[in-house]
Nanobody, 124 residues
Framework: QVQLVESGGGLVQAGDSLRLSCAVS????????MGWFRQAPGKERDFVAA????????MYANSLKGRVTISRDNTKNTVYLQMNNLKPEDTAVYYC?????????????????WGQGTQVTVSS
């Protein structure tokens, strides 16, 4: 089992930056893929970014490229999501997820483990 705990969400103003953290514990896999997703009220869960833990390769949602950066700290077993120039439409619950398949993907159905989510609210 893999446990994921997100933190760093909150209420910010448009134009602000925010960094979300995802602490990873439990059994880990060398080829694990870490992803960030978000879900706004009444909407589907959308892909934000993903990272190959071992190699560091990344993938981003086209609509968010240039505003978000996914990274990891191996020493802390933590994955981060840096978000800049936040907009009201970024308001959502942000989830961290882990995929054992070793194939980087933005498809949420491929991810095996999920955190509880952290709320990000952007006011205009």
């Amino acid at each position: 089992q893999v446990q994921l705990v997100e933190s760093g969400g909150g209420l910010v103003q448009a134009g602000d930056s925010l960094r979300l953290s995802c602490a990873v514990s439990g059994r880990t896999f060398s080829s694990i893929i870490m992803g960030w997703f978000r879900q706004a009220p009444g909407k589907e869960r959308d892909f934000v970014a993903a990272l190959v833990w071992s190699g560091g390769s990344t993938m981003y949602a086209n609509s968010l490229k240039g505003r978000v950066t996914i990274s990891r700290d191996n020493t802390k077993n933590t994955v981060y999501l840096q978000m800049n120039n936040l907009k009201p439409e970024d308001t959502a619950v942000y989830y961290c997820a882990a995929d054992r398949s070793a194939i980087i993907t933005g498809n949420p159905s491929r991810y095996d483990y999920w955190g509880q989510g952290t709320q990000v609210t952007v006011s205009s």
